[in-house]
């Protein structure tokens, strides 16, 4: 069975840091576009950072120059390093993978950001 395991999700102060990390598992991972989505109480499930299995990437403008994400095909790991965080950076926050054909998603962790 396909796996994808999140974890350093959390509640944090505003300008404070958080870094997320995707474990897969049973896929070949170094296959797959990988994804981070968040998603807040009353608004659409937004795409906040991708990452081809080249490691080419790309932004929402709304996190551009704070987050940074960045792969381990070796350790088939996915990473969202967040920084300069804000109250509207506040949600649960999705792991995805997209091969050729099928996707697959994580649990999802909540992220929340409040003084």
């Known amino acids: 069975q396909v796996q994808l395991v999140e974890s350093g999700g959390g509640l944090v102060q505003p300008g404070g840091s958080l870094r997320l990390s995707c474990a897969a598992s049973?896929?070949?991972?170094?296959?797959?576009?990988m994804g981070w989505y968040r998603q807040a109480p009353g608004k659409q499930r937004e795409l906040v950072a991708g990452?081809?299995?080249?490691?080419?990437?790309d932004y929402t403008d709304a996190v551009k120059g704070r987050f940074t994400a960045s792969r381990d095909n070796a350790n088939n790991t996915v990473y969202l390093q967040m920084n300069s965080l804000k109250p509207e950076d506040t949600g649960i926050y999705y792991c995805?993978?997209?091969?050729?054909?099928?996707?697959?998603w994580g649990q999802g962790t909540q992220v929340t950001v409040s003084s």
């Open positions: 990452i081809t299995s080249g490691g080419s990437t």
């Open positions: 049973r896929i070949i991972f170094s296959r797959y576009t």
């Open positions: 995805n993978a997209r091969g050729y054909s099928r996707m697959y």
